[in-house]
């Protein structure tokens, strides 16, 4: 059973708020206050800033790349992938194997095509929102770019997929609120006509289903629902049964997802359940759902939570491998025909992570994603039944390995005795004889996300300008176990941030990097930390970049839309409880927007017009606010983007000013800081 509304908050998570909620200055049509933005005179001049001579440019790193996202279809007569054209976009072709004739099968148009994937053997499912409202429709495609169809049509609805159904590939299962903006319902649709069923009825507002689990012929099984606020019920259905039964009850934070059924099993009601029950690390079990017990530990993992696992749908649902997220990712081969696999891409692949793209159903043919942290991606196309291995494409020619920084696991201990796990990146030639700049970077969230090893563009960039990049999987971040993820509960502001606090000391005393140039830059929770950031230790940062990041906690609870009512005893778990005098003291002590009088460090905003997650006047108030006592702000707002920058114009001119912005900073003195933060 899915927990995505509870576990991915501000990273990740799914939220919508519709185009009239978006707080518009009055006679604008233009939403927050046009007026605050920075223009483009001020804004290329943090541009020119940071230009150099370099053997890379932003576009080598930020540029979408000439091909990517290759894809199978189901019979593998056909591989598809993404094509950059003259004008930036994306656009999505399909390649005959047998003849290599190409052809397009969708051309992006202004709105970017944010995923597809295959449907059948000719036709593809892609999404869309508009200008970043995260109001995603999904469509249909024939491979030869005909019969082109809306299968949501619905004005203000998110839908998501649910379910693809390999055993029956004209029909797909989708969640969307479409007869109720608070509830999402699953709905059978079919690809080739549009038509739709609606499968289940969600209509307690209080107690709402938040995720349903489908067999593989799309039949209802098992559904999760929220009760009382901080709890997930789960409800079962054997298949000789009339209705549902409740099988458990437990705290909104325990795991229990069903990642499949166990369809190689004469019991019916075994499935694979992803579970931190009874353990503090999320483990794979056989479980009965009918009898509510544990048949036999599939796998776990001591240091880190385990997440998935493959199963082969030829050679009877055997488990081919699992697969997680530790220290880089991991794969733990099963079943014995996927180890002679992976024996042979590791030792084809030696030094490399790799992980299986797409496979054909007759799993003869398999796409094989390798990368690392100094290589960016190479698709390779792998025969099964002749063991050849095949280049199809590098994603990023023009970045040599040998160029590229190494990204480095680090483990410290924070003031309080937990173990943190985080990455830093080293430009060339740094060393305790040559310190660097250095930027944190922050992720978002704070919780159901996770850093991980691997080539990051950001922090490669920063260090082909000679910066050191910090990445911290503070207290709360996703994959350590459940003791580290509820250290982090109340603790937004305050102990979240002495651990990145802890993780810039750490890096000092390493030698590493320069104490008088350090810098923090995030999006989302990230952007919350940056300014956090600058007014909690204003002596340990020269300057800030707030990437449509939360000012004021008060007002991002208030802008939740109706839907979210039912989740908000679980977030006050997480953030704090505004309807406890002693919680929103705390609350207001953490939110940024009442102490801008200890912002000294410059600071850079940015921020998408259309963010359904982090409103826009979230942004505006601080930007206001910090210039009104004389600090340099400058603002960048994209009337077409949400939350986060998807156009790849917007992303070039994003990096180009911040670089320059980190430029000017960095060569200037320490600002005066006038008093100490205490924090409750």
């Known amino acids: 059973m899915k927990q995505q509304l509870v576990l991915l908050i501000i990273g990740t998570f799914s939220i919508v708020i519709s185009s009239a909620q978006i707080s518009r200055q009055p006679g604008s049509t233009r939403p927050g206050n046009p007026a605050l933005v920075s223009s483009e005179r001020e804004l290329q001049e943090l541009i020119d800033a940071s230009i150099g001579n370099y053997r890379y440019n932003v576009e080598d790193y930020f540029a979408h790349p000439q091909s990517s996202d290759f894809q199978l279809s189901p019979d593998g007569r056909y591989i598809s992938f993404r094509e950059r054209d003259e004008h930036g976009k994306s656009n999505v072709m399909v390649r005959d194997v047998s003849t290599g004739k190409t052809a397009c099968a969708l051309k992006e148009t202004e709105h970017v ?82 038509e739709l069923v609606r499968l289940y009825e969600n209509d307690d507002l209080t107690n709402p289903v938040n995720g349903y689990d489908f067999d593989k012929d799309g039949n209802l099984r098992a559904f999760s629902r929220m009760h009382n606020g901080t709890e997930m019920q789960y409800f079962y259905k054997s298949k000789d049964a009339k209705d549902y039964t409740l099988v458990k009850t437990t705290p909104w934070y325990n795991k229990f997802v069903i990642l499949s059924f166990n369809y190689a099993s004469a019991n019916p009601d075994e499935a694979y359940v992803l579970t931190n029950l009874e353990a503090d690390k999320a483990r794979i079990v056989l479980y009965d759902l009918k009898a509510g017990k544990i048949i036999r530990e599939v796998y776990a993992d001591k240091d880190y939570d385990v997440s998935s696992l493959a199963l082969s749908r030829k050679r009877n649902w055997e488990i081919d491998y699992i697969d997680y997220e530790g220290e880089q990712h991991v794969i733990k081969p099963v079943s014995k025909h996927f180890n002679s696999i992976y024996k042979k891409l590791k030792h084809q692949f030696k030094g490399y992570q790799f992980q299986i793209a797409a496979q054909t159903e007759n799993e003869d043919q398999y796409l094989v994603k390798v990368s690392s942290d100094r290589l960016y991606g190479r698709f390779y196309h792998f025969d099964a039944k002749t063991g050849k291995i095949a280049l199809l494409c590098d994603l990023m020619p023009q970045l040599k390995e040998e160029d590229m920084a190494v990204m480095r696991p680090i483990t410290f201990k924070s003031l309080d005795g937990l173990t943190i796990h985080g990455y830093i990146t080293l430009p060339p030639g740094a060393s305790k004889r040559k310190k660097v700049p250095l930027i944190v970077n922050p992720h978002g969230g704070p919780h159901g996300i996770r850093d991980t090893w691997g080539f990051n563009p950001e922090a490669q960039l920063f260090a082909s300008r000679g910066y050191a990049t910090l990445h911290i999987n503070f207290r709360m971040s996703d994959g350590y176990g459940l003791n580290f993820f509820r250290a982090g509960f109340k603790q937004t502001g305050r102990k979240i941030m002495d651990d990145l606090e802890d993780g810039v000391h750490y890096v000092i005393n390493k030698g590493w990097a320069d104490r008088d140039n350090i810098g923090i830059y995030g999006g989302s929770h990230g952007g919350y930390a940056t300014l956090m950031g600058l007014i909690k230790t204003p002596y340990l940062y020269k300057a800030g970049v707030d990437y449509v990041g939360i000012s004021n906690i008060f007002t991002f609870f208030d802008a939740f839309p109706v839907y979210w009512k039912p989740l908000k005893d679980m977030l006050k778990d997480i953030w704090y409880d505004l309807d406890d005098p002693e919680e929103a003291k705390i609350a207001r002590a953490v939110s940024p927007i009442y102490h801008t009088d200890k912002i000294n460090a410059s600071l850079f905003v940015v921020q998408g017009a259309n963010d359904p997650r982090v409103n826009i006047l979230e942004s505006d108030r601080i930007v206001e606010a910090v ?4 600090v340099e702000v400058p603002y960048m707002v994209k009337y077409d983007e949400g939350h986060g920058f998807q156009k790849e114009a917007n992303q070039l001119v994003f990096y180009k000013a911040m670089l320059g912005f980190f430029s000017l900073h960095f060569n200037r003195p320490a600002p005066i800081i006038l008093d100490d933060w205490d924090v409750y």
């Open 627 to 630: 210039r009104k006592r004389g």
């Open 113 to 194: 095509i944010i995923g597809y994937g295959w449907a059948s053997d000719s036709r593809l499912l892609y999404m869309m929102d508009n200008g970043g409202n995260e109001n995603y429709h999904l469509y249909a495609v024939n491979t030869d770019g005909s019969d082109n169809m809306d299968l949501t049509p619905y004005e203000g609805v998110r839908a998501t997929i649910l379910k693809r159904l390999p055993e029956h590939r004209d029909f797909i299962i989708v969640s969307m609120n479409k007869d109720n903006p608070q509830n999402f319902e699953p709905y059978k649709i079919n690809v080739n006509t549009g």
